[in-house]
């Protein structure tokens, strides 16, 4: 199972939908793979954390013994994985290549505007800005910004998908050994096979219709649907 961009926030309905389908996934035989940007902002440092972002880590780390749980870091993502590895079997910061010939990856990384990319993630995913944020007394208010800045970006966002950039970047993936790759970030379902029948796919935001992935690693189809469905079907 994958899902990507739900963009949680406290105090939004959001929350109960998200945290009601956590509770479904628990009475399954599903793994889950969370593709990034779980949260709508998360700084994964003890001052910085909310009630809800830290039920998430219980319900990863509770999980964990029962089932797969993987995370992909999202670019509204921050140090998550860094201070709790062990809430999760698999991780990684950008991209997560499996033995299998999976590809998980956020999206962000595969930006046409590398350059630019590149320097937001020096700039606020590197070394000096976790050390700022554990010891600067000003931090909590530098975190705010970021969040006002992302929520006034987000309200302006208008739906691109690079088709090109994105083509070109999976190439190299299946070049590398790659045979499927999962993607979100750009909150535009797609999905290309090239002529050896490798393919990459880009999830739909969760946020957007609370949809989700489900996958089957042996016969390789990949299924769409709103979860509650999901779980209608397997009830049935």
Known sequence: ????????????????????????????NYDVCFLGDVMELWFGLERFETPVQLRFLKWCKSEKPRRKIT???????????RKHLD??????????????????????VVQCNKW??????????????????????FAPAIAKKAKQALEFKNRKRVPRFPLDHVKKWCHREFQ????????????????????DKNWWCCL????????????????????????KKLFEKTDS
Not at 6 to 14: F, R, W, Y
Not at 71 to 81: A, K
Not at 87 to 108: I, K, M, N, W, Y
């Open 87 to 108: 809430c999760f079997s698999d991780s990684a910061t950008e991209v997560l290549r499996l033995p299998s010939g999976e590809c998980l990856v956020h999206g962000d």
């Open 176 to 195: 590398k050994g790659a045979h499927r790759i999962f993607m979100g970030h750009f909150h535009n379902e797609q999905k290309e096979c090239d002529v």
């Open 204 to 227: 739909p935001a969760w946020k957007d219709a609370q949809k989700v992935m489900l996958y089957d690693r042996i016969s390789g189809t990949t299924d769409i649907l709103y979860w």
């Open 1 to 28: 199972m994958l899902i990507a961009d739900a963009h949680v926030l406290d105090g939004t309905p959001a929350v109960l939908d998200f945290f009601a389908m956590l509770d479904c996934f628990s009475s399954s």
């Open 116 to 137: 630019k990319n590149a320097i937001f993630r020096m700039f606020l995913k590197g070394e000096w800005m976790y050390w700022i944020l554990l010891l600067c007394p």
């Open 71 to 81: 995370f992909v870091e999202g670019n509204h993502e921050f140090f998550v994985i």
